[in-house]
């Protein structure tokens, strides 16, 4: 999905949900939280908060959903 909406130049999904063990919004399926680093030119010239929200709306029902937490740091290349 993220590499369809967005061409990245970089792209890493870290599943975090191991160090959430027991804590809110694990589910015990070990794909609770994940963290994304993206790259992309799409957020040239974007601020951090559209930045977010394009990617959440590119994750459609994931987070929120199917995934409790999704910390997510994108990049212009460059940045």
Known sequence: MLT????PTAL????DSAT????TGDDGSGESHFTIVIESPRFAGVSRLQRQRLVNAALG???GERVHAVA??????GE
């Open 20 to 23: 959430h063990r027991g804590h």
């Open 72 to 77: 997510i740091k994108a990049r212009a290349p």
């Open 61 to 63: 029902d994931i987070p």
């Open 12 to 15: 890493d999904v870290i599943n």
């Open 4 to 7: 369809a909406a967005f061409a």
